[in-house]
């Protein structure tokens, strides 16, 4: 079965520690997406790469980190720079936006809770 | 870039009742317009699309026109049950940067 896995699905960490999210998608997507979701708040990009070893920030960078070494693997890393980093974080992908195929693709979410 | 405006929640209808939530964007040349549907602790699915005006996108008895005189793509299903209660985006996308989401719109359907 084609799709995007997140792992893991809850994650605990103490303030301070960094974290690493894990998003691999076996659709052969060009193009992946971080986001992070908060009560009320909606979807806020984070970060997204179109192709491997090139990424961009989104709206909310600040305190993240992100790699694209491989196509299918796309590594979010929250640091301790991130002031509020409880909420629940969503990976996607997609075709890149030549084939007119725009659609995103999402993975289950990891809940990420600091303490 | 790319903006969209969605109708407030939650919404509360009982089952078998109709269903509409407001969806408005603005957007350069001609986006394409997305629905999707995030039901608790999940991800978000894809629920419909439309790609040019005047197209309808549909599944699961939801509809959506892409009104491009009005900037819409309102949401409907003529009769809810339980099971469609889940928050409910809507998204423009110009193909070249992200899709841009709206907060969102939560649908309680009660028995």
């Known amino acids: 079965d084609g799709g995007i896995t997140q792992s893991p699905k809850y994650l605990f960490r103490k303030e301070g520690q960094n974290v690493t999210l894990s998003c691999e998608q076996n659709?052969?997507?060009?193009?992946m997406y971080w986001y992070r979701q908060d009560p009320g708040q909606g979807l806020r990009l984070i970060y997204y790469s179109q192709i491997v070893n090139d990424f961009q920030k989104g709206d909310i960078a600040e305190g993240y980190s992100v790699s694209r070494e491989k196509k299918e693997s796309f590594p979010l890393t929250v640091t301790s720079a991130q002031k509020n980093p409880t909420a629940f974080y969503l990976c996607?992908?997609?075709?890149?936006?030549?084939?007119?195929?725009?659609?995103?693709?999402f993975g289950p979410g990891t809940r990420l809770t600091v303490t | 870039g790319d903006s969209v405006t969605q109708m407030e929640g939650p919404v509360t209808l009982s089952e078998e009742a109709f269903l509409t939530i407001n969806c408005t964007y603005t957007?350069?040349?001609?986006?394409?317009l997305f629905w999707y549907v995030q039901y608790p602790g999940e991800g978000l699915q894809l629920l419909l699309k439309a790609t040019k005006a005047d197209d309808k996108g549909s599944n699961k008895g939801f509809e959506a026109t892409y009104r491009k005189e009005t900037t819409s793509f309102h949401l409907e299903k003529g009769s809810v049950q339980v099971s469609d209660s889940a928050v409910y985006f809507c998204?423009?996308?110009?193909?070249?940067?992200?899709?841009?989401f709206g907060k969102g719109t939560r649908l309680s359907v009660i028995a």
């Open positions: 957007a350069t040349g001609y986006p394409s």
């Open positions: 659709l052969n997507h060009d193009a």
């Open positions: 998204a423009p996308s110009s193909g070249n940067t992200p899709l841009v």
């Open positions: 996607a992908s997609s075709m890149p936006p030549w084939t007119g195929f725009y659609e995103q693709y």
